[in-house]
């Protein structure tokens, strides 16, 4: 049983910076599929970051440049590194796996979701001067 949980969310200034973690407990993560995803009030749940078992990343265009998925040194645990945040970031940030070798997908962020097969329960952003 993989169980996954978010933590690092916050209340920042615009133009500030925040770095998420997502950590396993029950597996590691080792070449598996990773992805953040975000979710607005009332919205779907959109993905912002990918990366697949290579580490190949793929980002949405709002938040290029600004947002960094990265692995930890350890296989338990990846990050959300978040630059230049701006209000329209404020929402709440889910992460997502998948193991390829049992049913997962790496997908790029224009329909990651489908390739998941675990889930945090989120944390919650809010960028707002």
């Known amino acids: 049983q993989v169980q996954l949980r978010e933590s690092g969310g916050d209340s920042v200034q615009p133009g500030g910076s925040l770095t998420l973690s997502c950590e396993s407990r029950g597996r590691g993560m080792r070449l598996w599929c990773m992805a953040w995803f975000r979710q607005y009030p009332g919205k779907e749940r959109e993905a912002v970051a990918t990366?697949?078992?290579?580490?190949?990343?793929t980002y949405t265009d709002s938040v290029k440049g600004r947002f960094t998925i990265a692995k930890g040194k350890s296989d338990d645990i990846f990050y959300l590194h978040m630059a230049d945040l701006q209000p329209e970031d404020t929402a709440d940030y889910f992460c997502g796996t998948g193991d390829p070798y049992s049913g997962g997908v790496c997908r790029s962020v224009r329909d990651a979701a489908t390739g998941m097969q675990h889930w945090g329960e989120g944390t919650h952003v809010v960028v707002s001067s």
């Open positions: 990366m697949n078992l290579h580490g190949a990343t």
